[in-house]
């Protein structure tokens, strides 16, 4: 009497829909009415940022009509995927059953965590729930290749500042090994697992968890970035940022500066001052930031970064300073230059904590530490200046 299938959306435009979606379609064969249990329902109302920021986020779980889902995923020009899930008939009674306890008032909501608590792994605690927990002892014996992070840079990476920023955000807690079953936060490795796995029924016969997978929807090709099929370090790509910000300072602020024209010499400290004010400031805003979430919210995935270590909050007292000496003022330059050199030193010294305590220091924040260091070491206090110097040679009698 009743069918279940597992729909999963693609990346979509916004950020938050670009890891895909999911949701249990359950149709009802005596009238052929199709609903789909969506668990990955949010309000941008009721203080969301303030929410978001805090890790306080609700989600909610909605029935709704399938093909009115579906009309706006098309809309969207999003792909959209169908399994068959098959389980006892017992089984299916009594997932819809708890499906639309869920879906009370009273029931609906729960906490939402990126990698713990959303869409996919609401669905797939279900599933497993369905078969006894056989999906979780499974899942959990296959390890898999990448980290959390690692299949998060799937997604992310062709927006470099999101993904910079994303990885900045996160500490060393997405960075150990996982398993099938943790990285089934991703619907659409939900969808692969199902569709891999077999489970064993009262009468002892494996039974494929899913078939039959039919695309109801093809996004355009080119219409945004695909998702990668194995993970991509960004790690040179923010090396070579750091070095031409760090060079294009150089070039301006000592080269250029050392110019025997006055006018040059104010106009390469003005290009220095201003592209240190703004790379300054983002690191300042975005440190802020990550301090707030680690003393005052609940995104643990934040916790025990260690990126505060070498991109601090006194980092917009830094593009301030570097503004002031943008304008003429000498002291204000010489004063952000000693930052750079602190934070080069202290940054060097958390690479090479790194590189002894391999097992300890776990983060792969490598992206970070390398876009920043050229950036601190071409803004300090190091002479650079002296390789732009012109040598005199000094005559004497004995020349001649």
Same mark, same amino acid.
Request: with cysteine; net charge negative; charged share 20%.
């Given at each position: 009497?009743?069918?279940i299938?597992?729909?999963t959306? *693609?990346? *979509?435009d916004?950020?938050?829909v670009?890891?895909g979606h999911t949701?249990l379609? /359950?149709?009802?064969k005596?009238d052929?009415?199709?609903?789909?249990?969506d668990?990955g329902i949010f309000?941008?109302?009721? #203080?969301f940022?303030?929410?978001?920021?805090?890790?306080?986020?609700?989600?909610?779980v909605w029935a709704t009509?399938?093909e009115?889902?579906?009309?706006?995923?098309?809309?969207?020009?999003?792909e959209?995927? =169908?399994i068959?899930? !098959?389980?006892?008939d017992a089984?299916?009674l009594?997932l819809?059953?708890f499906?639309?306890? =869920?879906?009370?008032?009273e029931n609906?909501t729960?906490l939402?965590?990126?990698?713990?608590e959303?869409?996919?792994?609401?669905?797939?605690?279900?599933?497993?729930?369905?078969? #006894?927990?056989?999906?979780q002892?499974?899942?959990r014996?296959i390890?898999?290749?990448?980290?959390l992070?690692?299949l998060?840079?799937?997604?992310?990476?062709?927006?470099?500042?999101?993904?910079?920023t994303? =990885?900045?955000?996160?500490s060393?807690?997405?960075d150990?090994?996982i398993t099938?079953?943790?990285?089934?936060f991703?619907?659409?490795?939900?969808?692969q697992?199902?569709?891999?796995?077999?489970?064993?029924?009262?009468?002892?016969n494996?039974?494929p968890?899913?078939?039959?997978r039919k695309i109801i929807n093809?996004a355009t090709?080119?219409?945004?970035?695909?998702?990668?099929?194995s993970?991509?370090?960004?790690?040179l790509? *923010?090396?070579w940022?750091?070095?031409l910000v760090g060079l294009?300072?150089?070039l301006f *602020?000592?080269?250029?500066?050392?110019?025997?024209?006055?006018s040059?010499?104010?106009?390469g400290?003005?290009?220095?001052?201003l592209l240190g004010?703004?790379?300054a400031?983002t690191?300042?805003?975005?440190s802020?930031?990550l301090l707030f979430?680690? /003393?005052?919210?609940? !995104?643990?995935v934040?916790y025990?970064?260690?990126?505060?270590i070498?991109?601090t909050?006194?980092?917009?007292?830094?593009?301030?300073?570097?503004l002031?000496?943008a304008?003429?003022?000498?002291?204000?330059?010489k004063?952000?230059?000693?930052? =750079?050199?602190?934070m080069?030193?202290?940054i060097g010294?958390?690479? /090479?904590?790194?590189v002894?305590f391999?097992?300890l220091?776990?983060?792969q924040n490598?992206?970070i530490?390398?876009?920043l260091?050229?950036m601190?070491?071409?803004?300090?206090?190091?002479?650079?200046?002296?390789?732009f110097?012109?040598?005199?040679?000094?005559l004497d009698?004995?020349?001649w």
């Amino acid at each position: 009497m009743l069918d279940i299938h597992l729909t999963t959306m *693609g990346k *979509g435009d916004p950020l938050y829909v670009w890891f895909g979606h999911t949701g249990l379609v /359950v149709t009802d064969k005596r009238d052929n009415r199709s609903v789909m249990y969506d668990y990955g329902i949010f309000s941008f109302d009721d #203080d969301f940022y303030q929410t978001f920021a805090m890790g306080r986020l609700n989600y909610e779980v909605w029935a709704t009509s399938a093909e009115a889902r579906y009309d706006l995923a098309r809309r969207e020009n999003r792909e959209i995927s =169908n399994i068959t899930i !098959h389980l006892p008939d017992a089984a299916k009674l009594e997932l819809v059953r708890f499906l639309n306890y =869920n879906i009370q008032p009273e029931n609906s909501t729960y906490l939402y965590h990126h990698y713990r608590e959303n869409c996919s792994t609401r669905i797939r605690d279900m599933i497993d729930k369905a078969v #006894d927990g056989q999906f979780q002892a499974w899942a959990r014996a296959i390890p898999m290749e990448e980290t959390l992070r690692q299949l998060v840079m799937r997604h992310t990476y062709a927006s470099p500042f999101i993904d910079w920023t994303l =990885n900045f955000l996160q500490s060393g807690s997405i960075d150990k090994p996982i398993t099938l079953w943790e990285a089934m936060f991703l619907p659409a490795v939900l969808e692969q697992a199902l569709l891999d796995f077999s489970y064993i029924d009262g009468s002892g016969n494996a039974v494929p968890m899913a078939t039959d997978r039919k695309i109801i929807n093809s996004a355009t090709v080119g219409a945004r970035a695909p998702v990668l099929d194995s993970f991509t370090s960004m790690t040179l790509p *923010g090396l070579w940022f750091g070095l031409l910000v760090g060079l294009v300072s150089l070039l301006f *602020g000592r080269a250029i500066a050392s110019s025997q024209f006055k006018s040059l010499q104010r106009f390469g400290h003005l290009v220095e001052g201003l592209l240190g004010f703004v790379w300054a400031m983002t690191v300042g805003i975005l440190s802020s930031l990550l301090l707030f979430m680690m /003393v005052a919210s609940s !995104h643990d995935v934040t916790y025990f970064n260690e990126n505060i270590i070498f991109a601090t909050p006194w980092a917009i007292v830094m593009a301030v300073q570097s503004l002031r000496g943008a304008f003429g003022k000498e002291a204000a330059r010489k004063r952000f230059r000693q930052a =750079n050199t602190i934070m080069a030193i202290l940054i060097g010294t958390t690479i /090479v904590m790194k590189v002894i305590f391999l097992d300890l220091l776990v983060q792969q924040n490598w992206q970070i530490l390398l876009t920043l260091l050229p950036m601190y070491l071409c803004n300090s206090s190091i002479p650079f200046e002296r390789l732009f110097e012109r040598k005199h040679r000094i005559l004497d009698d004995s020349d001649w």
